[in-house]
T-cell receptor, first 112, second 113 residues
Framework: DGGITQSPKYLFRKEGQNVTLSCEQN?????MYWYRQDPGQGLRLIYY???????QKGDIAEGYSVSREKKESFPLTVTSAQKNPTAFYLC???????????FGAGTRLSVL | SQQGEEDPQALSIQEGENATMNCSYK?????LQWYRQNSGRGLVHLIL?????REKHSGRLRVTLDTSKKSSSLLITASRAADTASYFC?????????????FGQGTRLTINP
């Protein structure tokens, strides 16, 4: 069953804690993306990667970090420097030559 | 930054009626896409229209693009309760880069039975 898997579905962060959101795809896509969605809002790009071992900052990268050690995996770490992390986080992927992005089901992050 | 602005922000209609949503953008684009999001879920791609196209159809969906006005519209005909969702336009290409998409804030559509 091909697709993008995000885990966990719900995540809680304590103040000062770093947390990592998982994103795995078996679509053999080269490009992967992380978006943040606040209530009633559109998606804002955090980071994206078009190839293994390379990634670029998006519009709101501050307080976040990523890695791309494998083609199928693109984990996002929300660091303690991100002062307002409560949001819905979406991972997406596409073929480098493709225009359509395919999305995971999202992770909802809340602060305790 | 968000390029697209969608109008209306919320739309409520009766089942069977047509729903029209509009999207405006600011910079040159390679393509414009519409996505759907059910509450608390990921986005699903609906339709893509390229900058050299003016109209495209897919089932009950009709998309138009006016590059001179930097605007697009999505029409859903004969709406069903299952169409209740948020709809987002996303622009690709131009100065944002070939693969990056910039999303609008969305239209929340409610279909009343």
């Amino acid at each position: 069953d091909g697709g993008i898997t995000q885990s966990p579905k719900y995540l809680f962060r304590k103040e000062g804690q770093n947390v990592t959101l998982s994103c795995e795809q078996n679509l053999n896509h080269d490009a992967m993306y992380w978006y943040r969605q606040d209530p009633g809002q559109g998606l804002r790009l955090i980071y994206y990667s078009q190839i293994v071992n390379d990634f670029q900052k998006g519009d709101i990268a501050e307080g976040y970090s990523v890695s791309r050690e494998k083609k199928e995996s693109f984990p996002l770490t929300v660091t303690s420097a991100q002062k307002n992390p409560t949001a819905f986080y979406l991972c997406a992927s596409n073929e480098v030559a493709g225009d359509i992005q395919y999305f995971g089901a999202g992770t909802r992050l809340s602060v305790l | 930054s968000q390029q697209g602005e969608e109008d209306p922000q919320a739309l409520s209609i009766q089942e069977g009626e047509n729903a029209t949503m509009n999207c405006s953008y600011k910079t040159s684009i390679n393509n414009l896409q519409w996505y759907r999001q059910n509450s608390g879920r990921g986005l699903v791609h609906l339709i893509l229209i390229r900058s050299n196209e003016r109209e495209k159809h897919s089932g009950r969906l009709r998309v138009t693009l006016d590059t001179s006005k930097k605007s697009s519209s999505l029409l859903i005909t004969a709406s069903r309760a299952a169409d209740t969702a948020s709809y987002f336009c996303a622009t690709g290409g131009g100065r944002q880069g070939a693969q990056k998409l910039v999303f609008g804030q969305g239209t929340r559509l409610t279909i009343n039975p």
